[in-house]
């Protein structure tokens, strides 16, 4: 059974940093690409960054970001550790959101998401 | 970017009866369009894919056409369990999601 666990929300003044992690399992998790997807409080549903499985990239993964956030997170995969990051810096108050990991149905960084995690909730607040 | 509308914001129906759901792009994206549904508290459920294809698991209730601008969900039969937020999804250009149409019981 694919999971997908995300953690590392919390309450972070704005200007402050957070590292979300999202612990994958019941999958080969190098094969697949991954997400992240916000929702604002009583809000629709926004892609925030992707990155590729390792089928698409010898380098590793091909990684895309919103403009709203490009220049400020960074997602990365560690695919020993069966983990996905995505480092949060100079949060804003309209980064507030609860943050989800989502599964690519293939290795590309492109498409639908076909598992989602239950999500974390990053609160940017003073 | 791409920007999806979906309409009606809301829908007021009853069991039994028939949804129609509406996502247009402000420019073409072929047939890479998503549907997903969302209940209160729980995290999005991918419904259809490629426009067309339902996912793996979902009731042959659902289904989904268009290509280029104009798409639709379709619920043929309303049941209980399907009243509920829907989002469509691109990605013929990055990725973007509708603003959502709520589907209410009536």
Redesign the interface.
Known sequence: EVQLLESGGGLVQPGGSLRLSCAASGFSFSSYGM?W?RQAPGK????VS?ISGRGTSVTGGTT?Y??SVKGRFTISRDNSKNTLYLQMNSLRVEDTALY?CARR?SSSW?????H????TLVTVSS | DIVLTQSPGTLSLSPGERGTLSCRASQSVGNYLAWYQQKPGQAPRLLIYDASSRATGIPDRFSGSGSGTDFTLTISTLEPEDFALYYCQQYGSSLTFGGGTKVEIK
């Open positions: 997400s997807v629709g549903l926004e892609w992707a895309k919103a403009d989800y149905g492109y498409g639908e998401f076909d989602w995690g239950q999500g």
